[in-house]
């Protein structure tokens, strides 16, 4: 018969791997970074349109491009998330607009942190967005850890 230490320990590892599903949302596993198609092996790329795009690996003209930038998956699911996630960001976006506040998402490196910080004077080449509202809205339809993969591109 087990202790009660030994089931609190238990206990504890099952709530952790349950937080994890809950942040995760996905019924796949992530591709892996770095993750290379073997020779005749399907892998899925987001399309010019993001729309997703199977194709069969030929090791001698797959583009490291492709898996140096993670832009290659092994599922149609992963790819399509990949897609909703770049589309839905870029929709609900807007061009820079001087001396007003233009959010940006952000992510600290030190803390693991996904953040919104608005800029009035700069023009870097991101997506601005009218309001912390509208891109916090978009992390909790994804949620973070999806953000921070698929959009941020952070893993």
């Given at each position: 018969?087990?202790?009660?230490?030994?089931l609190?320990?238990?206990?504890?590892?099952?709530?952790?791997?349950?937080?994890e599903?809950?942040?995760?949302?996905?019924?796949?596993?992530?591709?892996?970074?770095?993750?290379k198609?073997?020779?005749?092996?399907k892998?899925?790329?987001?399309?010019?349109?993001?729309?997703?795009?199977?194709?069969?690996c030929?090791?001698?003209?797959?583009?490291?491009n492709?898996?140096?930038?993670n832009?290659?998956?092994?599922?149609?699911?992963?790819?399509?998330?990949?897609?909703?996630?770049?589309?839905?960001?870029?929709?609900?976006?807007?061009?820079?607009?001087?001396?007003?506040?233009?959010?940006?998402?952000?992510?600290?490196?030190?803390?693991?942190?996904v953040?919104i910080?608005?800029?009035?004077n700069?023009?870097?080449?991101?997506?601005?967005?009218?309001?912390?509202e509208?891109?916090?809205?978009?992390?909790?339809?994804?949620?973070?850890?999806?953000?921070?993969?698929?959009?941020?591109?952070?893993?």
């Amino acid at each position: 018969m087990k202790t009660v230490k030994e089931l609190e320990t238990m206990l504890e590892e099952v709530r952790k791997d349950l937080e994890e599903l809950k942040k995760n949302k996905n019924s796949f596993e992530p591709t892996p970074k770095g993750w290379k198609p073997k020779n005749g092996e399907k892998y899925w790329v987001a399309h010019y349109n993001l729309s997703p795009t199977v194709f069969i690996c030929d090791e001698r003209t797959i583009t490291n491009n492709i898996i140096k930038y993670n832009r290659i998956f092994k599922t149609v699911e992963e790819c399509q998330l990949y897609c909703d996630v770049q589309r839905a960001f870029m929709d609900a976006s807007r061009e820079y607009v001087l001396n007003k506040y233009n959010y940006v998402l952000r992510y600290a490196h030190e803390g693991g942190e996904v953040f919104i910080t608005p800029y009035t004077n700069v023009q870097p080449t991101e997506l601005f967005f009218d309001s912390e509202e509208t891109v916090q809205n978009l992390i909790d339809k994804f949620g973070e850890e999806n953000i921070k993969r698929y959009y941020l591109g952070v893993y």
